[in-house]
């Protein structure tokens, strides 16, 4: 479905006078259609700047991209993105945001009402169509962000941190939500996430990257059963899928914080 080729990117350096920063190197990746796949690396290892390379928002300057045969080369129509910071209209209501996009493509009232209503449900929010997102909690005004992305029927949804603002316990079930929801559509998602726990409980696979300019470390498959409910997390094996991931991580985590202590 998504297949990367030696995706690199490195900012500035040229005539700005500043020096180059190196961000990404040598990404090969291949996502398959349907797959959870998951994206973790120290603070400021370029995760967020591949999600961003993946969504055509910035070029790579290095590497070839293709989703479904096709390579991108700008923002794609079937990929959509939702952001760890709020990204609904204060000024709309639920339903209001979540027909946001189908009115940009010109789809007719009826249409997008009706593919609104249906995304609203799925995503739990039903007896919240006509609230704002003022009267909703943080993890309500990220299910309309979700439903807001899904109604354009994306091929991929790029997630970037998008619970990271929550609290621990409406992080985990609103993963629980996102498994359904990729269980419904057979979506593929690719997720990017700085949480250990999160990245086992709802992966497929997992990447973890090294510490700036970020490359892959290793591949961790995350073979739990599914449907998979939030109760995995009490289980012996993703304990010790979480010391995989972990001991993966720790040594990058230690260059990462040497790297900011230093202040480069
Ligand atoms: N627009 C930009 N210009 C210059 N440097 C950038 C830009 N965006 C990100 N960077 C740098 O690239 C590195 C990776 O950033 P980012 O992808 O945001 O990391 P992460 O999401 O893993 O925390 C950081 O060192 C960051 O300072
Ligand atoms: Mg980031």
């Known amino acids: 479905m998504l ?15 500043l020096a180059s920063v190196p ?20 603070s400021g290892c370029g995760k967020s700047t591949l999600l961003r390379i993946i969504g055509g928002l910035i070029p790579a300057t290095g590497g070839e991209l293709t989703v479904a045969g096709e390579t991108v080369k700008g923002p794609h129509r079937s990929i959509a993105m939702v ?31 009706q593919k609104a209503v249906e995304m609203i449900r799925l995503v739990g929010l039903s007896e919240f169509e006509k609230r704002y997102p003022s009267e909703l909690s943080g993890g309500m005004r990220q299910r309309v962000a ?47 996430t700085h949480n250990i726990n999160e990245s086992v409980q709802l ?16 591949m961790v498959e995350i073979d739990l059963p599914h449907p998979r409910d939030s ?13 995989q991931v972990w001991s993966a991580l720790r040594e990058e985590s230690i260059r990462s914080f040497r790297q900011t202590e230093q202040g480069h």
């Open 146 to 192: 979700i439903a807001r992305a899904l109604i354009l029927e994306p091929k991929i949804l790029l997630m970037d941190e998008p619970f990271g603002a929550l609290d621990e316990q409406t992080r985990i079930i609103l993963g629980e939500e996102l498994l359904k929801i990729r269980d419904a559509l057979n979506q593929t998602i690719i997720f990017v």
């Open 23 to 42: 961000a990404v190197e040598n990404i090969s990746i291949d996502v398959r259609a349907g797959e959870f796949f998951s994206i973790i690396g120290p």
């Open 3 to 17: 297949n990367l080729r030696n995706i690199s990117k490195v900012f500035g350096g040229t005539d700005d006078g």
């Open 83 to 113: 952001f760890q910071e709020e990204s609904t209209f204060p000024w709309r209501t639920t339903l209001g945001n979540v027909e946001f996009g189908l009115e940009m493509h010109g789809v007719g009232h009826a249409e997008r009402r």
């Open 203 to 218: 992966s497929d696979r997992v990447l973890v990257m090294t510490a700036r300019p970020g490359k892959i470390k290793t």
């Open 231 to 243: 109760s995995i997390i009490a289980s012996d094996r993703f304990g010790r899928l979480v010391g």
